[in-house]
Structure formats: C-alpha cells, structure tokens
C-alpha cells in the first residue's frame, strides 16, 4: 500500500496544466501511527472492526493537519485560504468527525477541518469545472440498474413505529449454513434479509401471511437460496459440484475458463456468482472481484482492486462499506494480505481473525509496566513466610504457566494443614495501569494446538508468576485446616511467599500416589501428595453426594514434530487420579474463596454461574438414550448424576457408550457465566454442573482475567488492600463480565479451529505408517438423518481421533429409493433387500459401525470426509471396491 501510495505521489506532483505551463502538486507522505499527536485511544468497543479504527486515525490526522494549518498561519498573521477536507462515504464517520473536534470560535465555521462526501466534494468541485462529474464503481447507468432491495424508511419514521409498536427491534442471526436463512424467517421477507448481516440491529414489521402473500416453506418446495438470488441449490442444478459449501476460509475465486476437453462443464454456486459478478474496467486497471468469506452466515463480497492476480490464492482480511439497493451483495475493500492459502501459519492467522483473537505484540506502553530485568523476589511486610512448606506443583508436562502449587502437612493437634497456592499476579499487575487494561481487554490465553497466545507478558507468565519449582514466588493462599475425614475446621486467607520444592507431571505425581506406603516414610514429596490424595477422594465423594456432574470430553492430544510442529500422531488424554487431586482442590479453594468475597461485597463480586437446562435442551438425548434402554432424568443434577450413572451399569459392556452419552449430555447444556453477584438474586447464583450455591475463578489468574478481579476483591476483603475504584461500580463489573464471557467463548473456539486444522494436516499426511494419510476406525453413531427427502447420513464419533464427522449414504437416492426405510422413533436407518423384502443392514444411533477417514482436497480447500465401511449393505460401492485394491497392493508390497 506504501508503495502504491508513493508511485502515485511520483507520477501526480508534477505535469503540465490547462494552459501548457508545468505544474507542481505538493505532496506529504505523513507517519501518523508513530506521531504522539495522532495515537488514538483504544477502543472500549471489543467487537469494534478494523474498518472503524481506521476512520478513527484518518479523523484525527485530518484535525492534526488542520489544526497545524491554523496555527502556522495564525502566527503569521495570514488569512486562511485553504482547508482541509476529510473525504468518507460513511455517514456515521462524518458525523462523528463534527463531534470529535473541539469548538473553537476562531476558527472558520468553528471546525479545524471539514467532513464532506465524495458525491459532496464533486459537487463543490464542478462549480469550479463543470466538466467533472462522480464516478461510481459500477459501470451501467442508474437507468438500467436493477434494485435488489427496497429502501429503508426515514429514521424518523422508524423512531415513531418503535415507540408505537408498529415496528420492532432485534439482533439479526442468520443460521451457520447460509446469510439467507435467519431465525426471523417467520416474520421477514428472505428478500429482504439479505441486506442484513449476521450481528445487525434490525426492525421488523409483523404482517399477515395471507395480506401480505407469503407461503412459507412448507407451502412453496420450490422456496429457497435459489427463488431470490443467482446461487443455486441442489434442486435446481443437476450437475453442480460436490462442494456446495462456502469455503472454510475466505478468498479470492477466479472463474474456472474451461475444463478438461471432452467433459462436461461443471457449475458450482462461486462459479456462478464469480461468472455474474466478475469483470475488468475499462480503465484497464481494475477490476470487480468476489469475496467468498469463511463465515457461510456473511454474504459474497464485491472487491474493485488492481490486485487480482496477487491477491488470488492469498488468505485476505476484508472490510465491509456498504450494500447498496441496486447491489446483490455488499461492496467492500481490501484491508491486507494473511498469506498463502493452505499453510499452516496462514490458516492458523485466519482462525485468529476469525473468532478476533487479540494476538499482536505487546505495546511498549504495557511492557514498560514490567519489572525491572534484574528484579529480585524477597520477602516484603504483610507477607506471610511459608518457604518451609513442602510446596509443590501438578501439572501437564512442559507446562510453563504454572498458576497453582499445593501442599499438606500434618499438625500437632492430629488434624492436617492442607494449601491452595496461587500465582499473585496483581503484584506485578496494577489496577488499571496499562499492562491491566491490556490484560482486562484479552480476558483470557488462548491455548492453539501449536501455539499458546498469553493474557500477559511472558516475563510474567512463563518466570516472575509462574510457580516453578526450586525458585521463590509470591502466592496468595489459601490454607484450611481439616480432619484427616476431611471436615473442615478453619480457613485462613494469605498473601504469602513460597518455594516450591518439585514441579511434578501427572503422571509423576500418580507414581507417587501408586507408591506402597511402607516406602513413603522418609519421602515429603509422596507423603505430602498421599495425603491430598486421601483428602481429594473424600472431597470429590461428597460433592457427587451433593449432585456434581462427571461429565466427559472427547478431547485429544496432538504429537508434534520438533521441527515443523506438524502432528504426527494423535493420542487421547490419559487422565490420572493426580488430575482428579488438582481439579478437587481448585475447586474447594474457588468455592472458599467465592463465598468469603460475598460475605464482605454481597454486590460487587465476580461470580460464575451455570444455569439448569430447559428439558427442551435434552429432550434429543433423552429419545436416542430410550433406544438403549436408557433413561436420563434432569430435574435437577442429583437426578441427572444418578440417572447418568445408571446408564453407565446399563451400558457396562460398552464403556465407551457411556462416555459418549456424558458427552452428549455436556452439549445439553448452557455455558457456565461470568457476573456481577448484584446483578442476579441468589438463587440464580447456583452452579448446576458442581451442585455448588457460590462459585468464582480465583486460581487461574495468569490465564484468565477474572481471576485477577477476584484476587483483587478477597485482598480488599482480608485488608491488605484497598479495593480498586472500578471494581465499586457494577456497571463496570457488568461490562468487564460480558468481555470476559465472550472472550472465553472465543477462545474456546479458537482451540477448537486449531484442532480441526491439525487433524485435516494429520488424515492429508504422507503414507500409512507415516503419522498421517487415510485411516480406517471404529467409531459410534451419534445422530441419524431421519427427515423425509432428506440425504441418507448420519454423525459418527470416532474415539481414537476424538473427532466427529459426517457419513453421507450418497449413493442411495434419497426420494426415490423404496428400499431405504427411515425411522425417527428409533433413530435408525435400515435398508431392504429389493426381492425379498428381507432387511439388509440397519444403522441406528449408538451403534458401532466402521469407517475411513481422509482428507479430500479440491482447489484449495481440504475436507475431512468419513465413508462408511461397515456394514457393507449400506457403505458405497465404490469406497468398498478401493478399499479392496489399497489391500491388495499393501500384500503386493509386503510380499516383494
């Protein structure tokens, strides 16, 4: 951009004018992002796009050139014969340019610059030379130009049918399939939604079917993508492609000219608008582009660039500006280049772009908030000594933000002195100084499969907070004292110093754990981790009692090679008993800490809630579950505890069976909330999955910024220190949880994207044997396609991978096939033999079938695809007759 920028200085600033004579153009190629006049302030808005940051910076350059302007020739006592002008097409950003600069009487019209159009500014222009005229990026006249959508309706008007109830006013969502179809069907015209984006403020009108006209789906088969705009569906084209699907990540799609001679021309829907849309200028320059985003809710967008042929095969980041009525999809510019389509670093940008993970360096103005390089941990007044402790840490291996350390002791009295540890980050972290606003913006670390993305420094993260054994730290710590039958007697809270003396693996601590008591007697590491054992069991055998759930997690790991980071195996998480050690004193010390914070500011402290769920949100799985003979109670989660155990004795012979159905179930379920305590009655303060009535993030505070908030509040409620100004006002706290939830949701799905692409590199590998390449699995059934006239498929869950897919019976003709029967009472497919009648083979929900694993790749877009394998009634004849000749030449091979 740069460069483009200083060629067009070079061949504009000089030339010849009207008349014959040479004329000079001055121009200034200003560095406003390092000029401290021109920095802007981050933005509070946290779903704020790039495209508004950029308006922001162009405004305030305009009101630093104009107010330079000023006073350079104030100075001079010189009139003022030139003005500086801000050229934007959008309103909002014009409007804020009026009420950002301040009024000042001497100044002409009382404003340092001035705000106008481009439609605006031509005008004034061609008074001076009528020959001018404005120039749209469409080539037709406004005559000719069809009008896609009607116009809305003067704000005004809008405003008096809000408060008169005429109109009403909503978030609109379109589903993940596709930006025509929204959850506001019902009551707006498809036609009309497609001027809308997903997240837009809208306003409906509510109108009679049969006044209005409409059929809805039901009434109309022939209703669809297809009826309003140029993308076909499967009705419509027989021969369209397989990959319907916008693309899984957004890019630039050239018309494919021709194909192979002698076969058919295929159309797929980015064919057919790329055909409608795409087309040269004739300033032999540019040309009109479309834009196929990764999000399929989000709309193809029209690009004019002169940066076709660059920008083909790159991963790019988009803005949207407008979406005219005379246009079918949203006009917009380029903002930059990601990379090249399919590697590995540019796919992994783009999934940060995605869900907006913050991952640029930390600003100088953060890291200045750091320690000194050669700072040194001592011991400081207020703090409690505890560096005698036998402290130690449990944790994954090569973890190296170690939040938490524990430890046990037996006491004088017969009783045991067991410890919570935390890393105290809000010593080094001061409210609200920019290293915390930095901080309170991210919310969380986001943990990729190859790459960890910090909420914090590294300094902070990976040395001065994190836990590490044989080194002093400052902790904050929580320490109860409890019978060796795990009652407890008394708690106190600390700022403290501790020493860790090991940082211990899993399964380093389960060996100690395992080891034969008669050995233990001189070890303080095995006798301190033995103790919390026993204490751990007791814990976790009373929350159960109380309606804790154990869920379950299809999650896996990945084995990355050292150098490239590509998977080469994929492994499932072992979990040990040390894991359910951690994971109960976590929770005990969370649980204390909430309820002290509420004692002391019954209003004011961050909690985290879990809702019970709606039957409606079970009731899927408690239909598949009566297929087994299961049946799943929710009326509360002692009910649902009990009733998943019973199943797991029901489904002993299969174990797995009874890890799905936990994993079935977590999906039923809302997400935990961050909140302000004064926002909800305390009723609404119950987690539901931990049975617990309070409960708060306290022992995280490296990796997630409610933790910080929390450790603030219990040191303000302990007094050793004051209580920040911000976390008084619960209108803060508010803004602060909604943040912090949607951060962890996005982070959430970060790691999620990053597993998928792992595993489509891991099924795209080289040969078997090799750590990648098709697999073939066992793997269950989760959910079967019943509807009428839909695709026969169902969805699979295959354990070694962790991961899920989709089984496409393809080859059996979805309306026409009699043989195909569908049973939505049993959630089962069957297929019958043509002459006898006789049922060939059957896939019902929960069963276990066989499937291959591979990646299909087509232009530059990988798939996973799962084929059915087993039972061989229902698999495709043709993944049947290649996975005959595969096996044929592996013995070929063998033999030779």
């Known amino acids: 951009m740069y460069r483009r920028a200083t060629d067009l200085i070079r061949s504009s600033s000089s030339g010849e004018d009207g008349s014959g004579g040479k004329r000079k153009i001055c121009f200034i190629v200003f560095a406003d992002v390092h000029h401290s006049d021109t920095q802007i302030k981050a933005s509070d808005n946290n779903d704020a796009i790039i495209n508004d940051e950029n308006d922001a910076r162009l405004r305030k350059v305009a009101w630093f050139y104009g107010n330079a302007l000023y006073n350079h020739l104030h100075d001079r006592s010189m009139d003022q014969d030139a003005e500086v002008v801000f050229l934007s097409d959008d309103v909002q950003s014009r409007k804020l340019a009026l009420l950002e600069q301040p009024s000042d009487d001497n100044v002409a019209d009382g404003v340092y610059y001035k705000a106008r159009s481009m439609r605006q500014h031509v005008a004034l222009l061609q008074k001076e030379d009528p020959t001018l005229h404005y120039s749209t990026n469409r080539s037709v006249d406004n005559a000719s130009k069809e009008i896609y959508y009607s116009p809305h309706i003067d704000s005004s008007d809008l405003s008096y049918g809000l408060k008169s109830n005429r109109y009403y006013q909503g978030t609109y969502r379109s589903n993940r399939d596709s930006h025509t179809e929204g959850m506001s069907l019902s009551v707006v015209e498809k036609t009309e939604l497609q001027s809308s984006l997903r997240g837009a403020m809208i306003s409906i009108e509510l109108k009679e079917r049969e006044r209005s006209g409409w059929r809805s789906a039901k009434e109309s088969p022939e209703a669809g993508i297809a009826a309003d705009t140029a993308e076909p569906t499967l009705k419509d084209i027989d021969n369209i492609a397989e990959e319907v699907a916008v693309d899984e990540e957004g890019q630039l799609r050239r018309l494919q000219e021709s194909r192979e001679e002698g076969r058919q021309r295929y159309a797929s829907p980015h064919d057919v608008i790329a055909e409608k849309h795409e087309r040269e200028h004739a300033d032999g320059v540019t040309s009109t ?162 790459k960890r993305l910090d909420m914090l420094p590294s300094l902070l993260t990976t040395d001065l907070c994190s836990l590490k054994g044989n080194v002093d730290r400052f902790a904050f710590s929580v320490l109860w004292e409890v019978t060796p039958e795990a009652e407890v007697v008394d708690v106190e809270f600390h700022k403290s110093i501790i020493h860790s003396i090991a940082a211990l693996t899993y399964q380093q601590a389960q060996s100690l754990i395992d080891k034969p008591d008669k050995d233990c007697r001189d070890d303080i590491q095995a006798g301190a981790v033995k103790r919390l054992a026993v204490l751990a069991r007791k814990f976790r055998e009373r929350r159960i009692r109380a309606g804790a759930l154990t869920l379950a997690s299809p999650e896996v790991k990945f084995v990355l090679d050292s150098e490239s980071l590509n998977p080469t195996d994929v492994q499932a998480y072992t979990l040990y008993e040390a894991n359910a050690l ?284 799962v084929d059915l394998l087993e039972p061989r009634a229902l698999a495709d004849p043709t993944v049947l007759e290649e996975k005959e000749r595969t096996t044929k030449k592996k013995k070929l091979k063998t033999k030779k």
């Open 289 to 450: 582009v479309v834009f196929f985003p990764i999000d399929n809710r989000i709309p193809p967008i029209l690009l004019r660039t002169t940066q076709r042929d660059r920008l083909v095969g790159m991963r790019i980041l988009v803005s949207i500006d407008s979406w005219p009525a005379d246009s079918e999809y949203p006009l917009g510019h380029y903002v930059k280049t990601l990379g090249v389509t399919g590697t590995k670093d540019t796919e992994t940008q783009v999934l940060l772009q995605e869900f907006r993970i913050p991952c640029e360096p930390f600003p100088a103005k953060v890291l200045a908030c750091l320690p000194p390089a050669d700072y040194k941990i001592e011991l400081e007044p207020g703090r409690l000594d505890m560096r005698h402790l036998p402290v130690l840490s449990i944790d994954p291996p090569g973890c190296k933000d170690i939040d938490d350390a524990l430890h046990c002791i037996e006491l004088p009295n017969g009783n045991w002195q067991c410890g919570v540890h935390i890393a105290d980050v809000t010593h080094y972290v001061e409210a609200g100084s920019a290293i915390d606003l930095e901080a309170a913006n991210r919310s969380t670390s986001t943990y990729l499969v190859n």
């Open 582 to 865: 951690v994971e109960e004193f976590m929770l005990l010390a969370n649980v204390t800490v909430s309820k002290k914070i509420l004692r002391h500011y019954p209003t004011l402290s961050v909690l985290r809630r879990h809702p019970a769920p709606n039957r409606s949100m079970f009731d899927g799985l408690i239909q598949k579950a009566r297929t087994k003979g299961v049946s799943i109670c929710i009326d509360d989660s002692k009910k649902l505890a009990d009733s998943l155990d019973e199943a797991g004795k029901k489904l002993s012979d299969n174990p797995y069976l009874d890890k799905l159905i936990r994993i079935l179930s977590t999906r039923c379920m809302s997400p935990a909330q961050y909140f302000c305590s004064g926002e909800y009655q305390a009723k609404d303060w119950h987690h539901y999955g931990l049975a617990a009535p309070v409960y708060t993030h306290f022992t995280s505070p490296i990796r997630r910024y409610a933790d910080v908030c929390v450790h603030r509040l219990l040191a303000a409620a302990i007094g050793v220190a004051p209580l920040p100004v911000f976390l008084s006002s619960k209108s803060h706290l508010h803004d602060l949880a909604a943040n912090m939830n949607r951060r962890h949701r996005a982070a959430q799905l970060a790691g999620r994207a990053s597993v998928q692409l792992h595993t489509l590199i891991f099924f795209a590998g080289g040969e078997e044997g090799e750590g990648g390449g098709a697999k073939e699995e066992d793997a269950y059934v989760l959910d079967v396609e019943t509807s009428p006239n839909s695709e026969p498929s169902f969805t699979v869950m295959v354990p070694r991978y962790g991961i899920e897919g989709r089984v496409r019976l393809s080859h059996i003709a979805a309306k026409d096939d009699e043989n195909l029967i569908r049973d939505p009472e049993k959630h089962r497919l069957a297929y019958k033999d043509a002459k006898s009648g006789k049922m060939k083979a059957s896939v019902a929900v929960f069963d276990k079938v066989r499937v291959k694993i591979w990646v299909r790749s087509s232009r530059d877009r990988k798939e996973l695809i």
